[in-house]
């Protein structure tokens, strides 16, 4: 494996709550989240709606300055200097969930791809600027490009509106795009274009991308890496069969067992180790997070231990690894449904 582009390390992010009788009082949004981007593949990051999965994406992206841990682009720590957010904007570029809130409105597909390139690259006028403005529109496969560059948002459909804020983002070339549900505000028809762009992008430009969603299986068709992630905490992460197949904290098990499988009620004798299990509860309030593992209350395999710390790194041997006293204890065969 090369050395990583973008690497985030035990990234923290506390929000304040303003309001009577709120001072002091913050949201514990992410805690200790830890993410490596190499050339050439994709990292899916996966949990439920509040998870903090779109807080990391924000921090990488310098939209939100992190409370603690450290972002390092090709090894260089980054930093919150002007200077130094101008380069680094250059290398990793933010694509948003909502298509339709992400282009202006009162400008065409030509000034929005065209402002893009002449603000990385201040000589460009005339036949080259309209040139490398037909050639993004071709990346995107919005063919003929005479019909689209002219066009206003309004004009388009949510998937070729995010097409063009895909082109939009590669008007500066760079090396890492974060994708925030970058599909989950599109027709489920065309979901799937959008992911086959993704993984051309990622095959021809040799671009590092990290994908967030909360539906695993989209993640499963995309990506080489999986991490999980639930109330702030990462919680297991690897390859992503080997999460799938074999998923080693609860909190995974509950996200697949959740996920639509016409197959599971056809097998005899197949039923997940939630499908029965109705009354899981709510998330926790980040505002007061549980001790320890913040799964601990919804988990029918809490121990003690659960409830007072958070569990060391478990490594597996294939590259997994998990957050989860199970594992400590010995007693991972449960998620296999073993007694």
Not at 271 to 292: H, I, Q
Request: charged share 25%; net charge neutral; hydrophobic share 35%.
């Amino acid at each position: 494996m090369t050395a990583p582009v973008l690497e985030a390390t035990n990234l923290s992010k506390e929000f304040p709550v303003h309001g009577r009788g709120s001072r002091g009082t913050t949201v514990k949004a992410v805690q200790n989240a830890n993410v490596t981007l190499h050339k050439g593949s994709i990292v899916a990051l996966v949990g439920e709606s509040g998870s903090g999965k779109t807080t990391v994406a924000r921090m990488l992206a310098l939209a939100y300055p992190q409370t603690a841990g450290t972002i390092r682009l090709n090894g260089a720590e980054v930093s919150h200097a002007r200077n130094a957010e101008r380069s680094y904007f250059r290398q990793v570029q933010l694509i948003f969930q909502d298509p339709f809130a992400s282009l202006n409105p009162l400008h065409k597909v030509r000034y929005t791809l065209g402002r893009a390139l002449r603000i990385h690259q201040r000589t460009l006028r005339g036949k080259e600027l309209e040139e490398q403005t037909l050639e993004l529109l071709r990346k995107v496969n919005l063919t003929p490009v005479e019909q689209f560059i002219d066009k206003f948002p309004h004009e388009l459909s949510g998937g070729q509106r995010q097409r063009i804020v895909i082109a939009r983002a590669l008007a500066v070339r760079p090396s890492v795009l974060l994708g925030d549900e970058p599909i989950s505000m599109l027709d489920v028809s065309i979901r799937l274009d959008i992911l086959n762009l993704l993984a051309k992008l990622r095959d021809e430009e040799g671009l590092a991308l990290l994908y967030i969603t909360h539906d695993i299986a989209s993640a499963r068709y995309l990506c080489d890496t999986i991490q999980v992630m639930y109330a702030g905490q990462m919680v297991e992460g690897g390859p992503r069969d080997s999460v799938i197949q074999s998923p080693k904290h609860p909190y995974t098990k509950l996200l697949l067992d959740s996920s639509p499988d016409p197959g599971r009620s056809l097998r005899s004798g197949d039923t997940g180790l939630f499908d029965v299990a109705d009354d899981l509860g709510e998330p926790p309030n980040l505002v007061d997070p549980p001790s320890g593992c913040q799964f601990h209350p919804r988990c029918p395999f809490a121990m003690d231990e659960c409830r007072q710390t958070f569990p060391e790194r478990t490594e597996f041997p294939d590259g997994q690894w998990a957050h989860c006293w199970l594992h400590q204890k010995d007693r991972g065969h449960v998620l296999e449904g073993k007694p």
